[in-house]
């Protein structure tokens, strides 16, 4: 998996306007997984109220405890955007999660394609 390292940047830049995805594969030091669970079960229920938010789930990794495996789907990369933008993300998900990573994410950002 190829690792986008500035996501906002091309969310703000792209003429794109179709479904985006977006899939990050987390690391969270093994004796935090409880507290990362609780944080993702508010990110959760924060993030699916949002406007364009298609789909928004967490998986645990087949056999890596403490890897996670977030996948989203959004209405365009301006709903991404905003999301990425909000209150919720900026001061509490990404403060609240930065002492229970083990180490930097890798993402991967795409388009959806709807009808193949």
Known sequence: MDNI????GWLKTTTYTGPV???VKCYI???K???????????????????GVLHFRVNDDHTT????????EWECPGAL???LNTRWFQEEYLVRSAPLVQRPS??????????L
């Open 5 to 8: 390292t500035d996501v906002g």
């Open 21 to 23: 995805g977006l899939t």
């Open 29 to 31: 030091n093994p004796d």
């Open 33 to 51: 997984v409880g507290e990362y669970r609780a944080l993702m079960r508010e990110h959760v229920a924060h993030t699916m109220g949002e406007p």
């Open 65 to 72: 405890k403490g890897v996670f495996w977030l996948v989203e």
């Open 81 to 83: 955007l905003t999301h």
């Open 106 to 115: 890798q993402r991967a950002l795409y388009k959806v394609n709807l009808k």
